[in-house]
T-cell receptor
């Protein structure tokens, strides 16, 4: 079963708007990662947040983690058409060797 | 440029045929992974390797085999025992094992049945 589940499954916004995607997971984690995948390409790592961190920033990206609710959110500010992609969260669930990926959120940014 | 190279980009398999997908990295990473991605789905782990000459089954290893004879290379063979091989296959690597390491991905191989 999937450890991480992204919500919504699909999101369509206009250029310049902010996009928020959520990830919920079931068991305790050490780390949570966010990845982007452009159509037909491999995944690209965006941000890693540790379980003792609550928020991280990278450029226009902001990730929050709430371990009490077992959830994380990815905020993309001032979106661009080039941000159109699928976004996945991945958790380690303390396994020490592997990541478990959710099914992703498909973000479409309309020019 | 450092990275991961997967080949071929597209591959077709006939019934009863084994096919091998190539994955090469020049990042000097110890750990390498193979994932399968079906439409609208997340990634599922097939095999992973933490070090040369060692590899472990992931969640969906049946019908697949791997080898890790060199640090740079981690080829995946899709055998005839894999009855539903049509999927997008992604290879990844990380500096070492563990969920605290970012994974670097190749651009995938799309496998279809003839």
């Amino acid at each position: 079963s999937q450890q991480g589940e992204e919500d919504p499954q699909a999101l369509s916004i206009q250029e310049g708007e902010n996009a928020t995607m959520n990830c919920s997971y079931k068991t305790s984690i050490n780390n949570l990662q966010w990845y982007r995948q452009n159509s037909g390409r491999g995944l690209v790592h965006l941000i890693l947040i540790r379980s003792n961190e609550r928020e991280k920033h990278s450029g226009r990206l902001r990730v929050t983690l709430d371990t009490s609710k077992k959830s994380s959110s990815l905020l993309i500010t001032a979106s661009r058409a080039a941000d159109t992609a699928s976004y996945f969260c991945a958790t380690d669930a303390g396994s020490n060797y592997k990541l478990t990926f959710g099914k992703g959120t498909l973000l479409t940014v309309n020019p | 440029d450092g990275g991961i190279t997967q080949s071929p980009k597209y591959l077709f398999r006939k019934e009863g045929q084994n096919v091998t997908l190539s994955c090469e990295q020049n990042l000097n990473h110890d750990a390498m992974y193979w994932y399968r991605q079906d439409p609208g789905q997340g990634l599922r782990l097939i095999y992973y390797s933490q070090i040369v000459n060692d590899f472990q089954k992931g969640d969906i290893a049946e019908g697949y085999s791997v080898s890790r004879e060199k640090k740079e290379s981690f080829p995946l063979t899709v055998t005839s025992a894999q009855k539903n091989p049509t999927a997008f296959y992604l290879c990844a690597s990380s500096a070492n094992r563990g969920g605290n390491q970012p994974q670097h991905f190749g651009d995938g191989t799309r496998l279809s049945i003839l």
